[in-house]
């Protein structure tokens, strides 16, 4: 097989959530065992850092391993779903895997994998264990799928768990309240294991110090340590530690209030590595991973920036407390018309979600191009019965390019509701 009719073979023979959803979800991690122990176990070959969380986890797995770069380290990046390729999913040192290397796997496993029927998303991450074990990474940040204790990532034993934010998500799974879904997200508590908290909030600090105290893991809370603020006017952050008088200032170039949530954690993370000799790193070192975040490991759809006239900007920003962050970034954003190109998935709270959206902006509704995506119809008429106003325009594409059409200098374009609609821009 070429690498398309690899990918069309992964994609069509084996179960993928993003695409349909709740069935590709396997309750146990008994297959991802077995796919590696038939590798040699190779997630035992490097040192790992595990990052969960509902959001924030992509934008610090990636803060993480820039930082990690920059002080020399070779470094692996396991993050999903992809945006545009599939190899963006595995990476070292910010270069993307090989597309020659995802046929060797599926090659040389094909037999095996028929015989124990993996879902997709165990495939790429025994692939992405595989890879960096072959790379001889330094360290891996390896981001979690979905939850946390039954992913199929949670068969490493890491230097530290680094847990963002909670929030309402995937909640036919993990639970419908709080303190139910940071108890699975709190799932790669291990032994022993120093855990990173970003963000405190009253309904889930007792659930993660209850679980790491029976794991006797250290526990931190990220903005007990830190305070990190937005300089006004610029893209500069100051940095203050509690205990220590002076501030630091330097350039974060990923935009939102919730990334300072993000470096809080992504700085303790980095404190407690170093303080446990894991690692050595220095101040420059720090600073210089912070700002090149993009430039080394490629990063999109984070409140990203498209165009500036008129102001065009994507973000993959998908649950209530994902959206609610975007709509707080739109507040302080200027414009005089605002234009939202939205789509959505089908197992999200869709009314709910809609609730939250401004109902001054104009709505090019459209849907995403796998099966798991909201009819545009559906959702257009579910939004204009809530006081949205705007019109259904099907295909991603076509309702950015009337949008563009619409739209004067001075005006805002977002696009955005789902991952998949981000990754249609063909402008990413």
Request: glycine share 8%; hydrophobic share 40%; proline share 3%.
């Amino acid at each position: 097989m070429n690498y398309q009719e690899t990918l069309n073979y992964m994609y069509t023979q084996l179960p993928m959530f993003q695409k349909v959803g709740g069935s590709a979800f396997k309750k146990s991690l008994d297959n991802i065992y077995r796919l590696c122990d038939h590798l040699g176990k190779p997630q035992k070959k490097f040192k790992s850092i595990h990052v969960a969380g509902t959001n924030g986890k992509g934008s610090s797995s990636h803060l993480l391993t820039s930082i990690l770069m920059e002080a020399g380290y070779q470094t692996g990046l396991y993050t999903s779903p992809h945006l545009k390729s599939f190899t963006e999913r595995i990476k070292v040192n910010g270069a993307e895997m090989e597309e020659g290397s995802v046929i060797d796997f599926i090659q040389e496993n094909k037999q095996f994998i028929e015989e124990i029927s993996p879902s997709f998303f165990e495939i790429t991450v025994a692939m992405a264990f595989q890879y960096f074990a072959k790379k001889k990474v330094d360290y891996a940040v390896i981001e979690v799928g979905l939850g946390g204790r039954l992913d199929s990532t949670n068969i490493i034993l890491p230097e530290l768990s680094l847990i963002t934010n909670i929030g309402f998500d995937h909640m036919d799974f993990l639970g419908t309240t709080l303190p139910e879904i940071a108890g699975e997200k709190a799932g790669i508590i291990k032994e022993g294991v120093p855990v990173v908290i970003s963000e405190s909030q009253q309904e889930t600090t007792e659930v993660f110090q209850t679980i790491a105290q029976k794991q006797n893991a250290p526990i931190h809370f990220a903005d007990s340590i830190f305070n990190c603020k937005r300089i006004s006017g610029s893209d500069q952050v100051s940095i203050h530690k509690r205990d220590k008088i002076s501030n630091r200032e330097f350039h974060l170039p990923l935009i939102g209030s919730h990334q300072l949530k993000n470096l809080c954690g992504v700085l303790t993370a980095m404190e407690v590595l170093v303080d446990k000799g894991a690692i050595k790193i220095n101040q420059n070192q720090l600073e210089k991973g912070i700002e090149n975040v993009l430039k080394n490991t490629g990063l999109k759809g984070r409140w990203q920036e498209l165009s500036r006239q008129p102001k065009i900007v994507c973000d993959v920003g998908h649950n209530e407390e994902g959206i609610k962050m975007i709509l707080d970034q739109i507040k302080q954003t200027q414009f005089v018309k605002l234009f939202m190109v939205w789509g959505m998935v089908k197992d999200k709270e869709i009314k709910k979600i809609l609730n939250l959206l401004p109902k001054e902006a104009y709505y090019l509704f459209c849907q995403p191009e796998i099966p798991r995506g909201l009819n545009a119809e559906t959702l257009g008429e579910t939004a204009f019965s809530q006081g949205l106003k705007g019109e259904v325009i099907h295909s991603v594409k076509d309702a950015i390019k009337k949008a563009k059409l619409m739209a004067s200098p001075d005006d805002f374009i977002f696009i955005g509701g789902s991952t998949f609609v981000v990754a249609e821009i063909e402008e990413l």
